[in-house]
């Protein structure tokens, strides 16, 4: 089963991956972990996105899908019983470009979970995540949470649409328990525990 998380930051798109990762036996996708890795491993498309990051510029649309296409190539991803999709696509030209690769690769995506949490409520939980933390994540303040979250509505939101169109989003309120959470993602995908 192949599966999109979607949500704005601080939904608990991390957390409830790592839930499906140990009651599933899925893998999670992440595109910012794929190109540090692939600029570590000095691959061909892991030198380009290296001189655009070092650049100071955002990686081409080009370049995340061969980064995710390099991925799904993977013996962990191959032996997996699906992948989660964690911050990939976020517009709507990169859902496009999904389905195409995945077609290529004779794989479908199954469902696009969206995690729905109002913004109010978002800005406690990153303020809480950041003092449990210590802070070790730069983005974990409310000033860079409501830039973020403006560039979640404008660019990612649109996908909900774009998703509802296929039939595969499923949405899921986000703002409850994270116990009750993964069980609506679970119920949502028709898996068990």
Do not use: C, W
Not at 50 to 64: F, N, P, R, T, Y
Not at 93 to 111: F, I
Not at 133 to 162: F, Q
Request: aromatic letters at 2%; glycine letters at 10%; proline letters at 4%.
């Amino acid at each position: 089963m192949n599966i999109i998380l979607l949500g704005p930051p601080g939904a608990g798109k991390g957390t409830q991956a790592q839930r499906l990762i140990d009651s599933q036996g899925m893998v999670q996708l992440s595109t910012g972990d794929m190109l540090r890795a692939a600029v570590k491993a000095g691959t061909e498309i892991g030198l380009k996105a290296k001189a655009v990051m070092d650049a100071g510029d955002l990686v081409s649309d080009e370049i995340v899908i061969g980064v995710v296409s390099e991925r799904l190539e993977q013996p962990d991803v191959q032996a997996s019983s699906g992948v989660i999709f964690d911050g990939f696509p976020r517009t709507s030209a990169q859902a496009e470009a999904l389905d195409g690769l995945l077609a290529e690769k004779g794989m479908t995506l199954d469902a696009v979970i969206e995690m729905q949490v109002p913004d109010e409520l978002l800005v406690g939980r990153i303020e809480k995540r950041a003092a449990e933390t210590g802070g070790t994540r730069a983005d974990d303040n409310a000033a860079t949470l409501k830039k973020r979250l403006a560039t979640y509505h404008k660019d990612t939101a649109p996908l909900v649409e774009y998703y509802r169109g296929t039939g595969k989003l499923r949405t899921v309120n986000g703002d409850q328990p994270m116990d009750d959470v993964t069980a609506a993602i679970l119920d949502a995908l028709a898996v068990s525990a």
